[in-house]
Structures are given as structure tokens and as C-alpha cells.
């Protein structure tokens, strides 16, 4: 007869290949179709609340790689809280006002803004603005993210901004809102004031000058005609001019070169003699700066004083030590001179174009000017030196153009005023990486105003009406009454309506004795939107309590949304509005280079979905170091999708394996399994435990590698193959067998739920052919909690040491593999020689040793000349000399003792004959 048919060989429908980008549609829909969100939340409710707190995304363009890492991490977080003990609803959101819908609109859309009222423009913003959430929602879904995407949060709905509102009118009720004009970062590119948050720096080449400031009153201590020597890197701010600032406590010194006398700080003068190639020069006398306190200096060019004043910010770091003061465009200038009730002066439009003030520059763009005002400079023999440096320089992080400093009336949230509640909250937050904590203190820290108002159109209004008087006007009753209205119309009735119109029936001020009222036209910073949704989403969310469990966005928003959420948070509550926080890095290539269409590195999501699947992308997110930068890469996916295949290929073999096998009728007893089963089934304790750790610790690299190394070397290397030996071979019923089958059972549904939030497409596909599981799909069911084995205890050590001994059995194979003793390790006899008590008593201890070590026959010897030495026992390989039984492939001395039966071992015979000839 056939012996093949006697065999249990493996049997399942499980495919071998993924073919995931065209299965995982499939299974999404299908998702869908189940409700399967809706299920797995109703299935949790009355447990404890986690909230993951979504950081929106704008809305505009298709999702990059940093998304889908965003987005997969969070998913990996809910999915196993909802999997762990807890309420996990998750509510995606989206960041929707701003510039880069404007300019979609006027640029990519063509549309003429000027001939559309604000309402109007409003209205086509919104409109795109929700395309695009649409547009990114399926995107998104496509990653395998689990969430209520019908009902996302968006920060132009009626009820969102409404709550923002609400902050506002909170935030000016406590005084922290005020409108005053100083320097602001201005953009001359997007036409309006930028947050610090809204920055970037990148490298300019500027003009460097030395100027010469001309002395008209030194107040005794220097003579008229004497010059103060400034140095600058922005010669375009010269017009606005209103003074030099010195350091108190600086020593400085008057300079005789040739006919000139010069005045720079004392620590600075060996650099600037190399600097200005000054030469014979003669020190002829030093003083401290506070003694030059309000001595007169002629502007350059135009027919008014500069003064010198006392500033702290000076430094002798670089320059002269003598700062040119122009306090309509810096900041600390600003301050210098209202000290001395200079008011800050800007000659520059929104555009930055010089206005009439700055006369023989009228109409020109700040830049080009520069090189006029330095000829201006030369040609009056002010300027001393011109050069050129590359310096790093703010950047307007949406139009990547350079910014200015420019005073201007904004409105102004004063961090100031509650920074020390803001740092005290910073440290009960838990923080990851833990430098976080530190990068957010110092922020927060050295910050002072927040500039909350911008130029535009695309955002929510600030809600203050002026009286006919010019006062600002913010009350309780104001501000109840715009939330009202913008919660019932939205926020564009604000330009829709008059003034009077927008305010409660029969509402009067002191400010307005005629009743006439006009209302602010600036709207809100962007990220006040956004840092409202604690108030927007947590508090008027179902299910959801403020503070969130967690915020996890990348590195780059200690400065955005971790930082304004914090700052609005406190300021209304008085406390952090999460109680994690965690941020991951940026994704590069596979040389860690930054991804640039330039370059050609950039890898898109949806490219890798067609071609992988998203699977392997969530593996890869899976995989990778995330609190630091990631790299992603052609080659590196490829590895991702290896260690895909080796897990798929491992749960397809112990489902071919469990096709006989009914849980509810075949499974044994713990305390009855074979001491090996038992001792896998430990250690998928241990790595359950590892797993679940790695998960509470939001570590996701860690599970990813232990699984994977508990796949392919307690599995795959060991378990999975010497059973085959008992599973192919032994009949259907044999204790044995079914120990082991009751082994894989537990091991195959416990790995399918440890990854079912990594990988989730997947886990459903094999959950639906293993048989016996009650629940629709893995994700509603609870990931097992670790325990202890039943008779098992005190045998940890007895395996571990066993496995160790395995080590040099293998090694020793692989020795005679190569020196051609044998081929495949079955031909093989082995001679085993204990080398201490431990081992002999360990491996005399484990039944059919043979079995576990893949070889035909192991004798235990108490020593043998021959055997290689190696680290716990000497080992001796020899090939068998017996026959090689035809049905289980072993070499055993009882092959032909069966006559019916000749070509088989006694085993086979005993098997065959009971099971297939009774």
C-alpha cells in the first residue's frame, strides 16, 4: 500500500500568500458592513475610559508618510486598550482654517478673492476645507485606523467653534487677553503675524554692515563729531532707527584711528581691529556703559537723534557692543525704548513695503532695499564695512519665505501671567521620551506673550466689538452671546452681520453713548483652534472627560499643538489638559536623509499600500525606534515583508496542523500535557507578559522583535518541527498528538490576539479559520493576561537547560553536516555524554529525546572517547547504520521486524495496522 495515505499531513485553506493589497479592501468593507467600531466599543462600555486625544491634521493635500506613522501609532494604542480592560473610543479630527486653504483657493482653484465678500470667500474655504477631510478620511481608513469616522471633530463646525469661543472669553475674563502693539514675527508672504510656533529657521545670506552713528550730545563724556559704531545684519530696518542700546556694566572704549574717534566695547575691539583693518590705533579712553546714558547720536541719513539707552539684552558675543535700536522691529528693542517713552516706529506695510515714513525708500520691498540703504550709507560715509554672511533666519513655515519682526496692534494671549501654573503642570505629566518634559519646560519658560491674532480671512473671528471710543468690549454676556450664535450659524455670521447685529438685544456700553459699535476683523491663530479642542472635544464628546490619558503627535509640536493645548488648557482650568505625553520623530530614507520630491526619496503611503499592503507598513511602524527619527526605505520594507512571511507561513502551519482538531472534544488538560507543551506554553506566558508590558509602555518596537524571535526560534526551530515527527505520524487520537495540538491552539490564538493590534487585517484572515472561536473577530475579544502554567512549576529551569544542551547537539550536526558524516540530521546517531550532574540529570529526566533533537537515536553514555567536547555535554554523531523506516523516515533497528509491514518501523507498524487495517 501507499503509506502517504496514512499520514495526518497538514491540511488548510489558509493561503500562503498575503496578496494583501487587494484582500485588505475586502476586509475593510467588510469591517463596515459588521460595525465592527461600534461593536468593539459597545462591547467595552462600563469599563474604565482611556482617551487617546487626536491631534488634527490640516486638512489640505494627500497624507504622507508621517501621517500614516501618526496615525498607526494611535490605532496601535486604542486597539490594544480596547483589548486590555478598557473604554477606548477613538474620535479623529482635523485642523481645517488657515493660509494653505486660502492660497488653494486663490492659486490652485483660480479664484479671484477680490471680487468675493469675506463672507462668501469664507464659504468656499469651508467647502474645500471638507473635501478635503473627505479625501484624507479615506486615505486614512485605507491604513487599517479604527475609529468613529463618521463623526470626526473638525474646527470649523458650529458646535467646535463655539467652545473655542468659550476659551477665549474664559482666557480674557481671567485678564490674559490684551491687544498692544509691539514687534511680532510678521510675514510678509502670507501678509499677517505669526506665532513662534509657526517658524522655522533656515540658512540666508544677509548683508553684513558696520555703521557709524555721528555723536551730537555726549553728555560730557564723549565729544560731538566722536562715533558710536553699531553692526547689523538687516540694513533694511536703518530707517527705523531710533536709537543704540549699550550694556550697563560693559567696558567700553573711545578709539582714535587716523582722524576718527570710535566708540566700541572693550572686549570686541581686537576682533574689530582685524574686522575694519584699523590701523595706528590709539585707545584714548574707556568708561562703563551706563556713563553714555542718553547721549545723542544723528541718525545716518535723516534729520533726527538716535539715543543711547541702557539695555541688558546687549552682549559681547559679536558686533561691537553698541546695538542698533529700532523698536518697530525687534523685540527687545521695543522694550529698551518704552523704557525710555520711545514709541515703537515701522515704516514697513503688511507687504513689507516701505511706507512714506521711510522717505527715498517709499514703495520699495524690504529686501531689495537693502542694498540701497547700504549705498545711502556708503555715499553719506556712515558705513564703515559691507560683507556678506549665511546665517540661520526665521522662516514662515507654510510659505517657507523669510519673516520680520514688524510692530503692529495684535491681540495677545500674556503666557507671562500664568507661566508658573503652566510649569508646574508640565511636571505632572508623564512624558515620552522623558526629554520632552525638558524641551517644553524651557519653551514654556522663556515665553512671554502668545500673538493669538492673524491678518486673514480662513478662521475664527475674535470676538470683541469696540465702542465708539475705540475701547475693546469682551463680557461674559458678549461672549455667551456670539458662542449662541456661532454654535447655532457658524462662525461666518461674524462677517455676514453688522456689528450691532452680532451683540445681545438691547445690549449698551459706556463706550458707546450713541449705541454705535464696529468689531474686530483679525481672526484667531490657528493653533488657539486647535489648542482649544480639550474644551471643543473632551468635554462635549460622549464617552470622553478631560484630561486625555494621551496626546501622541511628532517631535515637532512641543512647539504647536502639546504647547498650546497646555497654555489654553491651564489658563481656563488650571490644569494640563493630558495626562501622557508622547512624541515620535521624523521619517526619513534609508540613508537617513530628509524627504524631498528634489531628491527623489520621497516613499508615499498609498504606493506601498498597492504594492505591500497595509499591513507591512503597520509592521514596519511596528518595527522601528519611533520616539527617535525612522527611515523607510524599498529595502527595508522588503525585510518587513520577510518577517511578515515567516509569521503568516508559522500561523498557516499550526492551522494546517489543527484541521482534525476540535477544541470543546480533543483539547488535554493542562496538568495532563507532555512536559514540553507545557513549557512552550510557559514561555508564551513569559512573552505575553513581555508583550503586554511593551504595550502598557507604549514600546511597540520590543513586541514586534519578540514575537518575531519567539516565531522563528521556540516555534519555527523547535516546537513546530520536531512535532512533526508526532503530529504526521502518531494516530489522529494519540495523547501526544493532541497535547501538542492543544499547545499550538492556545499559542496560535494568543499570537493572532498580541498582534492584532499590529497587524489587524491579518489577525481577522486567520482568526476565521481556526476553529472553535466563538467571537467575529479577534478585535472583539481581550488579549489573555499571563499565568501560570498547571504542573509546571519547578520545571522552568529543568527546560531552559535542556535547551541549552540542544544548542551543542545542533552544533554538533551542523559539524557532521559539513565534514559529509551525514545529510539530513535524521540519518544521525548521536552519542550524548553529560559533562556535569546537572545535564545528567536533566536529560535522562526527558522521555524520547531523540524525538525533540530531530536525530533517529540519542544514547546517553557516561563517556565516550570520540565525542566532540562542547559547553554541557560531548557529543558523538555517526550515521545510523539501520534502515530508514519508508513512512516516518527514521533510521531504526525494528525496520522489517513487522512482516506485513516490512519497510516500517515497529512504530508505523503498530500505527498502520491498529488505525488502517482493523
Not at 24 to 49: A, I, Q
Not at 257 to 274: C, P, Q, Y
Not at 629 to 643: G, P, W
Not at 881 to 893: G, L, M
Request: aromatic residues 10%.
Amino acid at each position: 500500500m501507499d503509506y502517504k495515505e496514512t499520514l495526518l499531513m497538514p491540511k488548510t485553506e489558509f493561503p500562503m500568500r498575503g496578496n494583501l493589497p487587494n484582500k485588505e479592501p475586502l476586509r475593510r468593507e467588510k469591517w463596515e458592513e459588521m460595525n465592527l467600531y461600534e461593536k468593539s466599543v459597545e462591547r467595552t462600555k462600563g469599563r474604565r475610559t482611556f482617551i487617546l486625544h487626536d491631534g488634527p491634521p490640516y486638512a489640505n493635500g494627500d497624507i504622507h508618510i508621517g501621517h500614516a506613522l501618526n496615525k498607526i501609532l494611535k490605532d496601535f494604542i486604542t486597539r490594544y486598550k480596547s483589548m486590555s480592560g478598557y473604554h477606548a473610543p477613538y474620535i479623529p479630527g482635523w485642523d481645517t482654517h488657515g493660509l494653505p486653504i486660502e492660497t488653494a483657493l486663490t492659486k490652485n482653484k483660480k479664484v479671484k478673492r477680490k471680487e468675493l465678500s469675506v463672507a462668501e470667500f469664507r464659504q468656499l474655504c469651508a467647502e474645500y476645507a471638507l473635501t478635503q477631510v473627505d479625501s484624507q478620511r479615506s486615505q486614512f481608513k485605507e491604513l487599517g485606523v479604527r475609529g468613529d469616522w463618521d463623526n470626526p471633530y473638525i474646527t470649523l463646525t458650529k458646535d467646535y467653534e463655539a467652545a473655542q469661543i468659550k476659551v477665549f472669553g474664559e482666557m480674557a475674563k481671567k485678564g490674559y487677553i490684551y491687544k498692544g502693539l509691539k514687534p511680532v514675527y510678521w510675514s510678509p508672504s502670507s501678509e499677517s503675524a505669526l506665532a513662534e510656533a509657526e517658524i522655522e529657521y533656515y540658512d540666508k545670506r544677509s548683508a553684513s554692515i558696520y555703521v557709524a552713528f555721528e555723536v551730537e550730545d555726549g553728555k560730557e563724556v564723549l565729544d560731538s563729531g566722536d562715533k558710536i559704531v553699531i553692526w547689523t545684519t538687516t540694513p533694511w530696518t536703518i530707517p527705523a532707527n531710533l536709537g543704540i542700546s549699550v550694556h550697563p556694566d560693559i567696558n567700553y572704549v573711545l578709539v582714535k584711528v587716523n582722524n576718527d574717534k570710535f566708540v566700541v566695547a572693550e572686549a570686541l575691539l581686537e576682533s574689530l581691529i582685524t574686522e575694519l583693518e584699523w590701523e595706528n590705533l590709539q585707545v584714548v579712553k574707556s568708561f562703563k556703559g551706563k556713563e553714555l546714558e542718553r547721549v545723542t547720536a544723528k541718525h545716518p541719513f535723516y534729520s533726527r537723534e538716535s539715543l543711547v539707552m541702557l539695555g541688558e539684552h546687549v552682549t559681547t558675543d559679536a558686533g561691537t557692543g553698541c546695538v542698533h535700536t529700532a523698536p518697530g522691529h525687534g523685540e527687545d528693542d521695543f522694550y529698551v525704548s518704552k523704557a525710555y517713552g520711545i514709541e515703537a516706529f515701522c515704516p514697513v506695510d503688511h507687504k513689507g513695503v516701505f511706507t512714506s515714513e521711510a522717505p527715498g525708500f517709499e514703495g520699495m520691498f524690504y529686501d531689495d532695499a537693502n542694498k540701497v540703504i547700504t549705498e545711502k550709507l556708503d555715499e553719506v560715509g556712515a558705513l564703515l564695512k559691507l560683507s556678506f554672511i549665511t546665517h540661520s533666519y526665521p522662516h514662515d513655515w507654510r510659505t517657507k519665505k523669510p519673516t520680520i519682526f514688524r510692530a503692529t496692534a495684535q491681540w495677545f494671549a500674556s503666557i507671562k501671567d500664568f507661566r508658573e501654573d503652566i510649569l508646574d503642570e508640565i511636571k505632572q505629566v508623564n512624558w515620552y521620551p522623558a526629554w520632552g518634559e525638558t524641551r517644553l519646560y524651557n519653551m514654556v519658560r522663556d515665553r512671554e506673550d502668545w500673538c493669538i491674532s492673524r491678518q486673514r480671512a480662513w478662521g475664527v473671528p475674535i470676538p470683541v466689538f469696540y465702542g465708539e471710543d475705540g475701547t475693546a468690549i469682551i463680557t461674559d454676556e458678549t461672549i455667551e452671546h456670539v458662542s449662541k450664535l456661532f454654535a447655532e450659524h457658524g462662525s461666518n455670521i461674524w462677517f455676514e452681520r453688522e456689528a450691532k447685529d452680532l451683540l445681545p438685544e438691547g445690549f449698551t456700553s459706556e463706550h458707546s453713548p450713541n449705541g454705535e459699535f464696529t468689531k474686530e476683523t483679525d481672526i484667531m491663530d490657528v493653533w488657539f483652534d486647535s489648542g482649544s479642542s480639550h474644551a471643543g472635544v473632551l468635554l462635549n464628546r460622549e464617552d470622553h472627560t478631560r484630561p486625555a490619558d494621551v496626546y501622541l503627535e511628532g517631535s515637532d509640536q512641543y512647539r504647536g499643538w502639546f504647547n498650546s493645548s497646555l497654555s489654553t488648557a491651564v489658563a481656563v482650568t488650571g490644569k494640563a489638559p493630558y495626562k501622557n505625553v508622547i512624541s515620535h520623530g521624523f521619517v526619513l530614507d534609508g540613508n537617513g536623509r530628509k524627504m524631498s520630491k528634489s531628491l527623489g526619496n520621497v516613499i508615499m503611503p498609498s504606493k506601498v499600500l498597492k504594492q505591500l499592503g497595509a499591513d507591512i507598513l503597520r509592521l514596519w511602524v511596528a518595527s522601528v525606534d519611533y520616539q527617535a527619527d525612522v527611515r523607510i526605505s524599498d529595502d527595508i520594507l522588503k525585510q518587513t515583508s520577510e518577517a511578515y512571511r515567516k509569521i503568516r507561513n508559522t500561523f498557516r502551519f499550526m492551522l494546517a496542523n489543527l484541521a482534525d482538531y476540535n477544541p470543546e472534544t480533543d483539547r488535554v488538560p493542562e496538568a495532563e500535557m507532555e512536559e514540553v507543551d507545557r513549557y512552550m506554553l510557559h514561555r508564551l506566558q513569559q512573552l505575553v507578559k513581555e508583550v503586554r508590558e511593551s504595550y502598557e509602555k507604549f514600546e511597540f518596537s520590543p513586541i514586534f522583535h519578540r514575537i518575531h524571535n519567539f516565531v522563528a526560534d521556540d516555534l519555527s526551530s523547535f516546537y513546530l518541527d520536531f512535532a512533526k515527527d508526532i503530529l504526521y505520524i502518531e494516530a489522529a487520537d494519540n495523547h501526544r498528538r493532541r497535547s501538542i495540538q492543544t499547545g499550538y491552539y492556545e499559542i496560535l490564538t494568543t499570537l493572532v490576539q498580541l498582534l492584532t493590534p499590529i497587524i489587524p487585517h491579518t489577525a481577522d484572515e486567520v482568526w476565521e479559520y481556526i476553529p472553535g472561536v466563538k467571537e467575529e473577530s479577534p478585535q472583539l475579544t481581550d488579549i489573555p493576561e499571563p499565568r501560570e502554567i498547571e504542573g509546571f512549576h519547578g520545571l522552568e529551569n529543568k527546560w531552559n537547560h535542556f535547551m541549552a544542551i540542544r544548542d551543542d547537539v545542533l552544533k554538533a550536526l551542523e559539524e557532521a553536516r559539513n565534514e559529509k558524516v551525514i545529510g539530513k540530521s535524521l540519518e544521525a546517531k548521536i552519542t550524548v555524554v553529560p559533562r556535569d550532574e546537572e545535564t545528567k540529570t536533566v536529560i535522562n529526566s526527558i522521555n524520547d529525546v531523540h524525538q525533540l533533537l530531530i536525530v533517529s537515536e540519542a544514547v546517553v553514555k557516561e563517556q565516550s572517547e570520540e565525542a566532540a567536547e562542547y559547553r554541557y555535554v560531548d557529543v558523538l554523531v555517526e550515521k545510523h547504520p539501520a534502515e530508514k523506516c519508508e513512512r516516518c523516515w527514521v533510521a531504526s533497528d525494528t525496520v522489517g521486524q513487522n512482516e506485513k509491514h516490512s519497510t516500517l518501523c515497529s512504530r508505523c507498524a503498530d500505527v498502520v495496522e491498529k488505525h488502517y487495517f482493523a
